[in-house]
Nanobody, 125 residues
Framework: QVQLVESGGGLVQPGGSLRLSCAVS????????MGWFRQAPGKEREFVAA????????YYGDSAGGRFTIARDTAKNMVYLNMNRLKPEDTAVYYC??????????????????WGQGTQVTVSS
């Protein structure tokens, strides 16, 4: 059974930092792309970043804004999203996802095969 379990969300002040973690299990993710998406209340789901599990190649959406960094640790079966200089508009539920079919369509949520349950990030003073 494939599982993606996010952690690390919480309340942070504007300008602060958080590191989200995603523990993956249940199958080999070789050849997969691992992505982070977010969804704010009343808004559509938004692509944040993705990384190749095999080749460690990152790809960022506009929402990452040069402030977020995605990484993965294949030995620990973990995917991370390091978020710096957080803004109130970064408030959302953040989801980890896994995509099996190649490097195209990375920003399209429907292309992903597996999803975590999400972790809430709130940026507020």
């Amino acid at each position: 059974q494939v599982q993606l379990v996010e952690s690390g969300g919480g309340l942070v002040q504007p300008g602060g930092s958080l590191r989200l973690s995603c523990a993956v299990s249940g199958r080999s993710f070789n050849g997969y792309a691992m992505g982070w998406f977010r969804q704010a209340p009343g808004k559509e789901r938004e692509f944040v970043a993705a990384i190749s599990w095999t080749y460690d190649s990152p790809y960022y959406g506009d929402s990452a804004g040069g402030r977020f960094t995605i990484a993965r640790d294949t030995a620990k079966n973990m995917v991370y999203l390091n978020m710096n200089r957080l803004k109130p508009e970064d408030t959302a539920v953040y989801y980890c996802a896994a995509k099996s079919a190649g490097w195209s369509g990375l920003s399209v949520g429907a292309e992903y095969d597996y999803w975590g349950q999400g972790t809430q990030v709130t940026v507020s003073s």
